[in-house]
Nanobody
Framework: QVQLVESGGGLVQAGGSLRLSCVVS????????MGWYRRAPGHERELVAS???????TYVDSVKGRFPISRDNAMYSVYLQMDSLKPEDTAVYFC????????????????WGEGTRVTVSS
């Protein structure tokens, strides 16, 4: 019943910005660690950024400083602000939710959105 719906993708020129949003329904939001993954043409899926329920963040080196991740627990949402976009950022971006236990460990419950496409032109 847990569903993740992404939005905000689109076509943008290099150097531009996009803001991705993911809304979670069907569950309380705060126990989840949220993440944004991407799958680029010719590349494996990679974790772009994640944010824990207490606000701790991680980033892949290639986007650190450009793609801050944030969450709004009241709105059951997670965001990825993508600035200074590069053509190599072109990918389908997926929202991910992992239910954590009381010890901060994954519970085994893992959910995915269907993805939103980001295309950055040169």
């Amino acid at each position: 019943q847990v569903q993740l719906v992404e939005s905000g993708g689109g076509l943008v020129q290099a150097g531009g910005s996009l803001r991705l949003s993911c809304v979670v329904s069907g569950s309380k939001f705060s126990p989840y660690t949220m993440g944004w993954y991407r799958r680029a043409p010719g590349h494996e899926r990679e974790l772009v950024a994640s944010i824990s329920s207490d606000g701790g963040t991680t980033y892949v080196d290639s986007v650190k400083g450009r793609f801050p991740i944030s969450r709004d627990n009241a709105m059951y949402s997670v965001y990825l602000q993508m600035d200074s976009l590069k053509p190599e950022d072109t990918a389908v971006y997926f929202c991910n939710a992992v239910l954590m236990n009381d010890y901060g460990e994954p519970s085994g419950m893992n959910y995915w959105g269907e993805g939103t496409r980001v295309t950055v032109s040169s």
